[in-house]
């Protein structure tokens, strides 16, 4: 009898490790995910609105929340927003994507060939560390005032944590693994492809997502800087709001060049999520 008792109570903790845990629903996940980013929203607006009834400046230098969120209404219905906004999002796609193919050019190299790494494994982190805003002095000599300097920059900006990211990566991949793909009969290329690439992934990840914050931090410099005739942009409508002192106008620039920054870090955080579903790394909670 305590044999039978014993042994449903063992199969009751075996169900309970097995049974797939219940799903929310959309409306309770939605609301889970929705109220600490609109609590966080009406602290900054409270906060911000506190700042300007202080009056520590006139408000046509620090325009309030109310203001600055009707500015952005008419930017919204504006043509030339929208234009300006394409100009940017080509420029941080085009610069990002060639960012990563140096990056995975150059870490591929650098994380396999010692020499190399001996060599120029620390340039790589003094050009990550360095500030973007540097470059442009050298961009403009190079390029004048044009796309290709701005693009310079964001791929001098972006490329040297894309290159970390896949060297720790590949540091970090499993010995056991490596043995494993030369049983197997991979070499070079193929050893990448299938083994050492799949499993650097998680700090690849990690050095896109921050590469692509130098990237855009890089191009929002440079597009204070470069100004192209006929070419608007969200960095050249920053520029010219600071000079007809437009704060409102300003303001609301700022909050769409974050707001598409917060955008961006939640797809890496869903590629992160998925990322961890497949390794089965995901925490479930009820």
Known sequence: MAADTHARQIA??????????????????????????????????????????????????????????GALGERLGEAEFYQALSVTMRRAVVGFALAIAVGLVVGALVSRIRPLRRAVGSLITGLQTMPSIAWFPLAILLFGLSESAILFVVVLGAAPSVANGLIAGVDYTPPILLRAGHMLGFRRLALYRHVILPASLPSFLAGLKQGWAFAWRSLMAGELLVIIANRPSLGEQLHFARELADSPGLLATMIVILVIGIFVD???????????????LHQVTN
Not at 14 to 34: I, N
Not at 266 to 280: E, I, K, N
């Open 12 to 69: 009751g903790l075996d169900a309970l490790e097995l049974t797939p845990a219940r799903r929310a629903g959309l409306l309770t996940r939605a609301w889970a995910g929705a109220w600490p980013v609109a609590l966080a929203v009406a602290l900054v607006l409270a906060a911000w609105e506190l700042v300007v009834l202080a009056g520590w400046w006139p408000e046509y230098v620090f325009a309030g929340p109310l203001t600055t969120l």
């Open 266 to 280: 939640r797809l890496f955080g869903v590629a992160d999520d998925a990322l961890r579903r497949r390794w089965g």
